[in-house]
């Protein structure tokens, strides 16, 4: 999920941007863009945009002209309020609390519930389940967490966009593109003639296993 924070008088208010495009390549490559239309907003924009890489470029608006940003390097997390750094400092603020913790063993999503004991420092996460068994599960597999019956939550990585834009409109509309990448997936496709100036293409795709719900998938094969 992505989210937009926007300074204004002193106080932060959010709001959630849309996916609008996503393009997956079977090189594990996506393309995206993402746009969120602002009521009356400052000229100084600041908001986070999910993703390893920063945004290519802005695409072109006709509202506004953007005089300068700057890009840094964030976390988002995602399902929650709470702004942590990372993963580690989700789960520290969790010792002692009962946890649902989502792991990715080999290429199947697996669930593990118990209080959260504490860590090691070799990179294990102690989790004590109900039956009194302590189950120690390597922090690095870990993909999710859920405190109790609450949702699950995510740290992602994350871009921090800071916008001075020039505009007397009252509605701003900004539109961001970039490329990203994901663990490669699977495509096979046949093609099979059916007759001299026919064929028929089957495909068989399989994307990366996920818990989070996500805007439908554009495939360019």
Do not use: C
């Not at 594990?28 to 920063?54: A, C, Q, S």
């Not at 599960?137 to 609450?150: D, H």
């Not at 509605?171 to 490669?184: E, F, N």
């Amino acid at each position: 999920m992505t989210k937009l924070w926007l300074l204004v008088g002193g106080l932060w208010a959010q709001a959630v941007p849309s996916l609008t495009r996503l393009v997956y390549y079977d090189d594990g490559r996506i393309y995206w863009v993402r746009e969120i239309l602002l009521n009356r907003p400052d000229r100084e924009i600041t908001l986070k945009v999910p993703g390893t890489r920063p945004p290519s470029y802005f695409l072109p608006q006709p509202d506004y002209r953007i005089q300068r940003y700057m890009v840094a390097p964030d976390t988002l997390l995602a399902d929650g309020d709470t702004q942590v750094g990372s993963l580690r400092e989700l789960l520290s603020q969790s010792v002692g609390a009962s946890l649902t913790l989502a792991y990715l063993s080999g290429n199947e999503w697996e669930e593990t519930s118990g209080t959260l004991e504490g860590f090691t420092s070799q990179g294990m996460v102690l989790l004590r389940r109900a039956s009194g068994e302590q189950v120690a599960l390597p922090q690095r597999l870990i993909r999710l967490v859920r405190r109790g019956s609450g949702p699950y939550q995510q740290v992602l990585p994350a871009q921090r966009i800071h916008i001075a834009v020039d505009t007397v409109r009252p509605l701003l509309r900004i539109a961001l593109a970039g490329w990203d990448s994901l663990p490669s997936w699977e495509a096979q496709h046949y093609l099979q003639l059916a007759t001299p100036t026919r064929a028929t293409l089957l495909s068989w795709i399989h994307l990366p296993p996920s818990f989070l719900e996500g805007s439908p998938v554009e495939l360019f094969l």
